[in-house]
C-alpha cells in the first residue's frame, strides 16, 4: 500500500509560479511511474503531466506545455509539479497518483492517489 501526500499548493497572481511536492511512503516509489492531475469545480478530474519509474520519460497535457515540468527525486520518494506563467484557468485541486505498470494519462489506470492540494491563480 502506497500513501500519497501533496503540498505546495497555494494563492498566487496571474503569471506567478508555484511548485508542488508530493512524498510517497509505503511502497518502492521508483518502481513507481507517477502522475498529476487536476480537478476544477464541477469539471473532471484531467491530466496533466506523468513520469517514468527512472525519471527518464516525461509526458505533459498540451494545456501545460512550455509552462510545467515534472521531475522526480527517487532517494527522496517525491515527484514535483513546477508550475509557471500560471493563469486562472489552472486553478484546480492537484492530485498526484502512482501507477504500477505504466506512464499513462488514463485517471482510472492509477492505482493510489493523494488527498490533494489546492492551487488559486487569481487574474
Known amino acids: 500500500q502506497v500513501q500519497l501526500v501533496e503540498s505546495g499548493g497555494g494563492l498566487v497572481e496571474a503569471g506567478g509560479s508555484l511548485r508542488l511536492s508530493c512524498t510517497a511512503s509505503?511502497?518502492?516509489?521508483?518502481?513507481?511511474?507517477m502522475g498529476w492531475f487536476r480537478q476544477a469545480p464541477r469539471k473532471e478530474r484531467e491530466f496533466v503531466a506523468a513520469?517514468?519509474?527512472?525519471?527518464?520519460?516525461?509526458y505533459l497535457a498540451d494545456s501545460v506545455k512550455g509552462r510545467f515540468t515534472i521531475s522526480r527525486e527517487n532517494a527522496k520518494n517525491t515527484v514535483y509539479l513546477q508550475m509557471n506563467s500560471l493563469q486562472p484557468e489552472d486553478t484546480a485541486v492537484y492530485y498526484c497518483?502512482?501507477?504500477?505498470?505504466?506512464?499513462?494519462?488514463?485517471?482510472?489506470?492509477?492505482?493510489?492517489w493523494g488527498q490533494g492540494t489546492q492551487a488559486t491563480v487569481s487574474s
Open positions: 497518483g502512482a501507477n504500477r505498470f505504466r506512464t499513462s494519462d488514463v485517471a482510472r489506470e492509477y492505482d493510489y
Open positions: 509505503g511502497g518502492m516509489f521508483s518502481t513507481y511511474h
Open positions: 513520469i517514468s519509474s527512472s525519471g527518464g520519460y516525461t
